[in-house]
Each structure stands twice: as structure tokens, then as C-alpha cells.
DNA sequence: ACGCCCCCGGTTGTATACGATCTGATAGCG
DNA sequence: CGCTATCAGATCGTATACAACCGGGGGCGT
């Protein structure tokens, strides 16, 4: 049994990138709580977690509005994890204090090309979550707390945003290549190499989701 | 009237920098309802936020441990901070979107050193919040969102475990001197200049913290 | 003696009820 | 006609009550 507070976080996730809380529109306990199937009290929670992953705005005895995002604003977050995630590799290779299991890595990358090979949607939602785990690990094997509280919150934006977008199929093979090129990098010692492949790797993403990410001119893309 | 749940917020850091609640100690709702004479449920809203910014780790219906940091950890987490703030006057400069307020900024670094000239224990905790206020000024300035929601989190720890700590004259006035030289090289338009001294800067505070973070070693200083 | 199972106290998780606060509209006044 | 004060509705914030869950301790069987 999944505990009503997660319930209601993914209910509010899933209708945010479904679009039935659009950006710049409020989301009301009551209405949640009554679509979620569960009581006000997990529906603050989830909000307030929410917030702190920066999805919605509080405002204080008004509610939460979904805040919009633009191009501009998923560059700079992009800028964020180029520089957050090229310092975790780095950190991987040269301050190897968080245990790193290479070949679980490894064996990660084999099961996305399998799957990749395979295609399918199902299979490329299961590459994606499959590099979120990926990616992960690799902050945890920084040994850097902070760094492991930090970079999940910046995946979540343009995870919420950007569901539905499908990468073509090059930009996933490219995706993975340098997944298995982040892994040598840190096999060889050679800091520098890691966290230049990673900060392409983020950057490569980045494009991946620009090609369409304009939005319909009567959707406000902020809420204030 | 303040809110029950900053309340909550407050008696829990208070209860933290004072010893209180030491590292890898519990902390119960019912015990914090009761000091801060509020009913669990802001208690639990404060607990969640603490565990967003990493004071706290939450189990799952076992309730909230705090988190003890290592020497190490705060070099870690100033790593950080160096990079992110750094980043941020970069983007002051060169990507000047927010909009920047350089005659109150200034006017803050008076009032500031104004306060260090007059000494005293409270005029140096006011300093300490207007330091705050001057970075958050800059993160804002930064353009960059989601950096103005890491960023103060990076900043709790650091605060919630050496609050009690005092910096010396000589810190606190080199402190107020890049503060100037910082917004000298914004007002220059020089982004490497502004990005070398906030580097120092940060870097520097890490150094003024470290002259005695080693705690007494029957305290565990992590949780886990 | 050792290990397993069950029960019990304590704590968290959730639901519900009530009080506080804000927005928008409306009526009264200058 | 425009502005301000007031009120009603809606929504959030908090308190309280109850249910669910976890961990430890005692008893039982082997």
C-alpha cells in the first residue's frame, strides 16, 4: 500500500504534465485531495515538496500556483547540473570516498542498449528512469551529501515538463555512448575526461529538449 | 502573529544549534508540539522543510534524525557554494536579466561595516543576516531561479551548526571588503573579477569556520 | 540455550473539524 | 462618478482524534 502523501504527489505531478494544472494556474488542496482520493493533510505534504523542488510557488494563505518555465529558464538549469554533475564525476575520480560499483554501472548501460535495441516506448521510458538511477548512483559515489539533495531536485523540472517529449532514437544511442564513455573516463582515473564527457552528455540533453520547446503563445509560460 | 510552522521551524533549529538535539539524535513531534506550543502538525510541516534542506533525515514512520556533519562534509558543501556563487555574479554580469539594485547593495555594505566599527555581539549577528540578504540579493540578480532555491539551503547547514561560532574582526572586515569589491567588479562589468572574489569569498568563510569545527569524538557525527 | 512468533507501547500517518485570512463584490459616502 | 468600508464566500492554517505501523520484550517450541 503506497502512502496517501505519495499519492497525492503524483497525482499532482501527473496532472501537471498531463496539463490539467497548466502553468500559472493554482492548485487547490480540496480539488486534490478529492481527484487523489485522500484527505488535505498528505495534499500539503506533497505540496510543500513539491515547492521545495521548485514545481510550484507558495503563497502564503493563497495556495500554489505551477510555475512556468521558459526556454531561458531550462538553459539555466541545464547550466546548473553542466557544472553540478561534471563536479560529481570529477569528485568520483579524484576523491573516491563514496564506494563506486563500476560493474553495477556497467551492467546499467548494457541493460538500456538492450533496450534501446529493442525500442518501443515502454522500453524508453524504461532507458529513462534507468539513466535517472544511472546518474544517481554516480552522484552518490561523489560522497558529496549536499550534491545528492541538490540534483535530483534540478531533474525533477524538466522531468515534470517534458514527459511526453520523446527523444529520437540517435539522441538516446549518443545518450548511452557517453554513459559508457562517463564509466571509462572514471576506470581510467582521468577526472578531466569524465567531467568533460558529463558536461556534453548534460548539455547534449539540454538540446535534445529544445528542438520543441516553445509553447502555445496564449499559455502563460510564468506565473507572476 | 507568526505561523505555528515557523515556529515549529525556529524551536527546532534553536533546539539543534544549542545542543539540544545533538547528531544522530531523535526528534519527536509530540516533544517539539510541546516546547513550541503548537499542535504535530506544523511540527511535521517544519520537520519536512529541514529534511528538504538537509538538517534532517526522515524514516519512514520512525520519525526525524539530525544530521551530523564532518569537516569533511562542510568542505564539501563550500565546494559548492563556491562553484554556485561564483556562477551567480557571473551571470550578474554577463546575463544581467534580474534586475540588480547596486545603490541598496552598497548601501548594505555600509550599514554593515558601520555595525563592525560599533562591535558587539548583536551588531555582529546582524551582520550576519545582512550578509545573508546581500547574497540573496545576488542570486536574485542572477537571473537564474532555480539557483535562488539551492542556494539558501546551502546556507542552513553551515548556519544551523556554527551559529554559536564567532568570527574575529580581521574575518568579518576582509568579509566586508569583498562584499565591495565584489559589486566594484559588477559595476566594471568584469564577470572573471567578480567571479575570482566571490570564490575567495566563500572559500575564505570556510576557512574562518574551520579554526575548531572538530567536535568532541564520543559525538557521532553522522547519523548513519 | 537458541531462535521464532506474537503482543504491546510508543510514534508516525491520515482524516476531520474548526478558526484565520484573503479576494471580490456590493453598498454607502464624499 | 469614484473611492472606501464592509460582508460573504472560498481557501488555507491549525488542532484534535483515530488508525496504521514499527521495534522491543516476553513466552513458547525445538
Keep these: 500500500m503506497m502512502r496517501a502523501?505519495?499519492?497525492a504527489y503524483q497525482a499532482i505531478q501527473c496532472g501537471i504534465t498531463e496539463g490539467d494544472y497548466p502553468?500559472?494556474?493554482?492548485?487547490?488542496e480540496d480539488e486534490v485531495a478529492a481527484r487523489a482520493g485522500v484527505s488535505r493533510t498528505p495534499v500539503r505534504e506533497a505540496l510543500r515538496k513539491?515547492?521545495?523542488?521548485?514545481?510550484?510557488?507558495?503563497?502564503?494563505?493563497?495556495?500554489?500556483?505551477?510555475?512556468?518555465?521558459?526556454?531561458h529558464d531550462l538553459d539555466d538549469i541545464f547550466d546548473l547540473r553542466m557544472m553540478l554533475e561534471g563536479y560529481a564525476v570529477r569528485r568520483v575520480v579524484e576523491a573516491p570516498r563514496g564506494d563506486i560499483d563500476l560493474p553495477a554501472l556497467n551492467a546499467m548501460c548494457?541493460?538500456?542498449?538492450q533496450l534501446l535495441d529493442q525500442g518501443g516506448t515502454a522500453n524508453?521510458?524504461?532507458?529513462?528512469?534507468?539513466a535517472v538511477a544511472f546518474h544517481s548512483a554516480l552522484h552518490r559515489a561523489s560522497g558529496n551529501r549536499q550534491l545528492m539533495s541538490i540534483l535530483p531536485g534540478l531533474n525533477q523540472v524538466p522531468l515534470v515538463h517534458t514527459a511526453n517529449r520523446?527523444?529520437?532514437?540517435?539522441?538516446?544511442a549518443r545518450s548511452l555512448t557517453q554513459h559508457r564513455e562517463i564509466l571509462e573516463a572514471i576506470t581510467a582515473g582521468?577526472?578531466?575526461?569524465?567531467e568533460a564527457v558529463m558536461r556534453a552528455h548534460v548539455r547534449a540533453?539540454?538540446?535534445a529538449l529544445r528542438t520543441e520547446d516553445s509553447r502555445p503563445a496564449d499559455v502563460p509560460a510564468r506565473e507572476a
Excluded at 513539491?50 to 521558459?70: F, Q
Excluded at 582521468?190 to 569524465?194: I, L, M, V
Design 190 to 194: 582521468d577526472a578531466d575526461w569524465a
Design 50 to 71: 513539491l515547492h521545495s523542488e521548485g514545481i510550484v510557488e507558495l503563497l502564503p494563505n493563497r495556495g500554489a500556483v505551477v510555475v512556468g518555465w521558459t526556454s
Design 166 to 172: 520523446q527523444r529520437t532514437h540517435e539522441q538516446l
Design 110 to 113: 548494457t541493460e538500456m542498449e
Design 124 to 130: 524508453h521510458d524504461r532507458i529513462g528512469e534507468l
Design 5 to 7: 502523501a505519495a499519492v
Design 23 to 28: 502553468p500559472g494556474s493554482w492548485i487547490r
Design 205 to 207: 540533453a539540454r538540446a
